[in-house]
T-cell receptor, first 115, second 115 residues
């Protein structure tokens, strides 16, 4: 299947700082990427849909100024958590849509810990 | 809005036995896709199987098969000859065929395989 790489897998940052998470599609072009947040033992919560070359579409309740998403190329989307707080600590997962396969493939996920 | 319901938070199965995970969904669309994803302890989401709604034949992937009942809006996953490596969270997902690429996930079923 298609490969989606997410980096970093784990990151610890200080409260008030910003942290960037990258999501890359390695062997296909992804016009659409998705960012999810997953709380322990819960399902994936869609945060935003990222389309290459345009602004991301955020789900209700997700602060667009806090979770900045950029999809500058067909293989890269980034999520920047700005002015991070301990309550932002979570597991973040990206995924990329493949039109040819009509499905999505996931990155490995990123653990963010804000101290 | 589309909703996906997994009514079994936890399931267990004896190694080598068969287990069925339930999923129901709500939609007014006639054309859509359904998926089962597996999330092992590593947290990497893995596509297990997919089904196109316009196909009457149930999808099969080795030991994994689905029972797709379109009228009942039911999409269960059967795992045959269960193996220890099948232990994971399983998420059912829905995607509309014609508009948007957004996936809707169920709340997940935690599967334990007993040696």
């Amino acid at each position: 299947g298609a490969v989606v790489s997410q980096h970093p897998s784990r990151v610890i940052c200080k409260s008030g700082t910003s942290v960037k998470i990258e999501c890359r599609s390695l062997d296909f072009q992804a016009t659409t990427m998705f960012w999810y947040r997953q709380f322990p033992k819960q399902s994936l919560m869609l945060m935003a849909t990222s389309n290459e070359g345009s602004k991301a579409t955020y789900e209700q309740g997700v602060e667009k100024d806090k979770f900045l998403i950029n999809h500058a190329s067909l293989t890269l989307s980034t999520l920047t958590v700005t002015s991070a707080h301990p309550e932002d600590s979570s597991f973040y997962i990206c995924s990329a849509y493949t039109p040819s396969g009509n499905t999505i493939y996931f990155g490995e996920g990123s653990w963010l810990t804000v101290v | 809005a589309q909703t996906v319901t997994q009514s079994q938070p936890e399931m267990s199965v004896q190694e080598a036995e068969t287990v069925t995970l339930s999923c129901t969904y709500d939609t007014s669309e006639s054309d859509y896709y359904l998926f089962w994803y597996k999330q092992p302890p590593s947290r990497q989401m893995i596509l297990v199987i997919r089904q196109e709604a316009y196909k009457q034949q149930n999808a099969t992937e080795n030991r994994f098969s689905v029972n797709f009942q379109k009228a009942a809006k039911s999409f269960s996953l059967k795992i045959s000859d269960s193996q220890l490596g099948d232990a994971a969270m399983y998420f059912c997902a829905y995607r509309r065929a014609n508009t948007g690429n957004q996936f809707y996930f169920g709340t997940g079923t935690s599967l334990t395989v007993i040696p």
